[in-house]
């Protein structure tokens, strides 16, 4: 842009919201920190239906956090406006509002059990702002969110030595490695801290630090705690994410190469190599390692882990069960609340562990409708934006996708970590559809020497 002197439909960069992804991941980190947790009684801490005190110093830094959400938020849209600048992309903004409408507000005043708070209308606002953001904004809120992922990280393989319990899981026993403790860092769960190991290398691949020695080093924190973590999830879903980077980034050439007859190497080590990778995933799946015995599976840990889904397949019956006795709006947002896992007797079930049976069971109908809506618009603009954000939509895109069929990426419930890659993706889209509209935009035609 600063070639054809043109400008995007976002001025100037705003100063304060890139900052609000670095403040959130911070809340989370400092939150854990000052909790004292032990992660060798997570599982303890899963059975207890008790509402956690959290500290004077995290409910302060969240009120501060708050107030800067609302502030950039308010930054972004003001401008927006006052400059009568058209959205990036309205389909994206209409959806984003009708889901949260359907998904929150809706069942927050019509559920069964409804329930209003101000804590509801944060992701509404970020969210609105985020969608009017443009590619020099959704530049400075990728660089300044792979940094706080990085130092995230970094923070939390420091603390090893001091706080052992507290970022690591000794007591783990169930992974490829036996005896090797799960990292969780300064994040809610292993898991997590997986997932977010897996989107700061895809930024990392799209945004490269500038220097190769700080850029391998990320590369390798990044990939070490993708490893201890030991989350299976994130291990696939980091390597199906990667395949889609390297398709769009350079699938075109490999396709050349591949559909060439004059030499079918490319194709056939292609076909091999898929063939050696999904068979090398059933068998690290099913076996629970290199060196485990079929006969044995069915009567092991992993075997029955993986019949009940890990226990899920209990938590998905209570979820369309409360649809069904409550069809159209739903149980409300409370399900999933101490006094309701009190109720059910499943201590652990913190959210329906699927994304489309917990928008069923908390918002009815409606609110799975607005997801279905919601998914398909998302999926048509990352398609639409693969080329343009160098393949980051539609990788975020299947990021999401798989994280939904076991957890709730997409809720609209507050900020936090969770809501990082959703809003990554709503950046990355908008961004891609306001140059898309700058490169449409008809060049000015000269009458007697001035631009019409």
């Known amino acids: 842009y600063r070639e054809t002197g043109m400008k995007t439909n976002t001025g100037s960069a705003s100063l304060l919201l890139p900052w609000v992804f670095p403040a959130i991941i911070a809340l989370g980190a400092l939150t854990i920190f ?20 959290r500290h004077p110093v995290a409910m302060w830094l969240q009120r501060g956090v708050s107030l800067l959400l609302l502030i950039a938020s308010a930054e972004i849209v003001a401008r927006h406006f006052a400059q009568k600048r058209p959205a990036p992309s309205v389909t ?23 329930m209003i708070s101000h804590e509801y209308l944060y992701s509404l606002v970020l969210g609105i702002a985020i969608c009017l953001v443009g590619p020099v904004e959704q530049e400075r809120l990728l660089r ?63 945004k490269p630090y500038e220097k190769r020695w700080l850029n391998r080093a990320a590369w390798a924190l990044g990939l070490g705690v993708l490893y201890v973590a030991q989350s299976k999830t994130a291990w696939v879903a980091f390597v199906v994410c990667a395949m889609v980077l390297w398709l769009v980034r350079r699938g075109s050439s490999f396709a050349q190469r591949a559909t060439d007859p004059r030499d079918n190497t490319v194709g056939v080590l292609a076909c091999l190599s898929v063939i050696v990778g999904v068979l090398g995933i059933a068998g690290w799946i099913l076996l629970g390692g290199p060196f485990g015995q079929p006969a044995d599976f069915p009567n092991s840990a992993e075997g029955a882990q993986l019949m009940s889904l890990t226990g899920r397949d209990r938590i998905w019956i209570a979820a369309i069960e409360e649809w069904q006795m409550n069809p159209t709006f739903g149980y409300g947002l409370s399900i999933w609340d101490a006094a309701y896992r009190t109720a059910i007797g499943m201590p652990n079930a913190t959210h329906a562990h699927n994304q489309f ?18 998914a398909v618009i998302l999926l048509v603009l990352s398609v639409r934006s693969a080329r343009a954000s160098g393949g980051l939509s539609l990788a975020l895109f299947v990021a999401l996708a798989l994280r939904s069929v076991s957890e709730v990426p997409l809720s609209l419930m507050g900020y936090g970590t969770e809501l990082f890659t959703h809003l990554l993706l709503l950046a990355t889209v908008a961004a891609a559809s306001a140059q898309r509209q700058v490169q449409a935009r008809p060049a000015s035609s000269l009458r007697f020497g001035v631009a019409s």
Request: hydrophobic share 55%.
């Open 144 to 206: 300044h969110g792979r940094d706080a992922l990085f130092v995230l990280m970094l923070l939390g393989v420091l603390l090893v030595p001091f706080k052992t319990n507290m970022v690591m899981d000794t007591s783990y026993n169930q992974g490829l490695i036996r005896g090797l403790p799960r990292f969780g860092g300064l994040t809610p769960h292993p898991v997590t801290q997986g997932m977010l190991a897996q989107i700061a290398l895809l930024l990392l691949w799209v």
């Open 92 to 114: 994206l903004l209409v959806g984003f509002v009708l889901y949260w409408f359907g998904t929150v507000g809706i069942p927050a005043v019509f559920a069964a059990n409804p």
């Open 34 to 53: 000052v909790s004292g947790r032990d992660l060798t009684q997570l599982f303890l801490t899963l059975e207890s239906v008790a509402e956690t005190t």
């Open 357 to 374: 049976l917990d928008d069923l069971a908390r918002a009815g109908s409606v609110g799975a409708t607005a997801l279905v809506i919601y």
